[in-house]
């Protein structure tokens, strides 16, 4: 039962690396642009603003460990429920990946333009 636990972790871990690397685009801010005209490529002297659920907070801190361990890029977490999360995004207007609890998280984000884009990576309970 154990290597099934384990597995079935790591599985998961996995599965939240693509969506952290796929899921990208809170949005497009004046930094961004200027990077872009200036020949640097976005990922370069920059970290990454995560917002994700509160409960993925065990994975999603391996899965950036290992995303800062691989690019060299920090990434900064914003952990909570989702809810707030959106309601922190809407005021900022900043952040590059979300990482919502349901299809209905990613929905309501992807309708107020939010985030680009998104991908369903795990069932999540």
Excluded at 30 to 51: H, M, P
Aim: net charge negative; hydrophobic share 40%.
């Amino acid at each position: 039962m154990e290597k099934v636990r384990k597995l079935t972790q790591w599985v998961l871990v996995v599965c939240l690396m693509v969506a952290l690397v796929a899921v990208g685009g809170c949005g497009e801010n004046k930094a961004d642009k200027d990077e872009a005209e200036n020949g640097k490529t976005a990922i370069e002297d920059r970290s990454l603003t995560v917002y994700s659920g509160a409960g993925l907070r065990k994975p999603m801190d391996e899965i950036g460990q290992a995303f800062e361990e691989k690019t060299g890029v920090k990434v900064n977490f914003n952990y909570a429920g989702c809810a707030q999360l959106l309601g922190q995004m809407e005021l900022t207007q900043e952040g590059d990946v979300f990482v919502g609890g349901s299809l209905n998280d990613a929905e309501i984000a992807l309708e107020k333009g939010f985030i680009q884009d998104y991908q369903k990576a795990v069932y999540h309970i």
